[in-house]
């Protein structure tokens, strides 16, 4: 989780809430389930986070497994809804239950980000299988972490665990296109981001908004998670939120 603007939180509660899993070394390996509510996405059967009276991170916030739908257009619906009855929020995450490695993931967004409210956080990212918190992961974040004003778009590498080295960000502005385009490619060695407007093909590289290319050993090594999530970051958003993801594509180096 990007800690520019705010302090570093524990994913780590949610995977081992989500998971009593078996991992190996080699891509998209399986991923032992226990028995979870799943939702069927762009060819993934995502393990969808419900944590029922209790508070868990990122953000002590409580997960409901209501919080995400497919519509009749196949695209992805995820929302920050409001409970009058319990007087509760409540955000959402989706894990895929598989490991991912090397290639390129591509996230085809809906709506007008820059207008979203400060004190919540879209993540589009890959987290860690091996390596401890705060290592290895391989950030998209749409936040201004409550600060209003500040850039919405952050990218963040995490250093990999088999080092010393330290997290590596970059901020940016979020374009108030009503169609965008976020894309990070991971190989041995680098990883490189690219953020446009409109949707784009996987292979079109022309004419970003801008780029970032993170190399060296700081990029981590193994294989990670594959998650998404929408969640509150501090106080209360202004109402409830739904945001469409259009398309999510991966494609292995």
């Known amino acids: 989780i990007n800690a520019e603007y705010g302090v570093q939180l524990s994913k ?25 509510d799943t939702l069927y996405w762009k060819g993934i059967n995502w393990i969808v986070t419900d944590s029922g009276d209790n508070r868990e991170n990122p953000g002590d916030n409580y997960w409901s497994k209501n919080n995400v739908a497919v519509n009749s257009d196949g695209d992805l619906l995820v929302s ?42 879209l993540g589009l990212f890959l987290y860690p299988s091996n390596g401890p918190d705060g290592t290895d992961e391989i950030d998209i974040e749409f936040s201004q972490w409550d600060y209003p004003g500040s850039p919405g778009l952050g990218w963040t590498v995490y250093p990999n665990h088999h080092t010393s080295l330290s997290k590596q960000n970059k901020q940016i502005d979020v374009s108030p296109s009503n169609t965008t385009t976020c894309r990070v490619s991971w190989t041995n060695g680098r990883i490189f981001y690219e953020y446009f407007d409109g949707h784009r093909d996987i292979n079109d590289h022309s004419n970003p908004i801008d780029t970032w290319s ?8 193994d294989p990670q998670y594959l998650m998404i999530n929408f969640w509150i970051f501090s106080h209360d958003p202004a109402s409830p939120i739904v945001l469409t993801l259009n398309d999510f594509q991966f494609v292995s180096a």
């Open 12 to 36: 780590k509660n949610m995977i081992v809430s989500l998971f009593i899993f078996v991992f190996s070394l080699c891509c998209n390996c399986d991923v032992a389930e226990q028995s979870q």
């Open 80 to 121: 920050i809804t409001y409970d009058s009855n319990l007087n509760r929020w409540y955000s959402c995450q989706l894990t895929a239950p598989k490991l991912y490695y090397y290639g390129t993931y591509q996230w085809q967004i809906v709506g007008d980000l820059s207008t979203l409210d400060p004190k919540v956080v």
């Open 214 to 221: 993170v190399v060296g050993n700081v990029v981590a090594v």
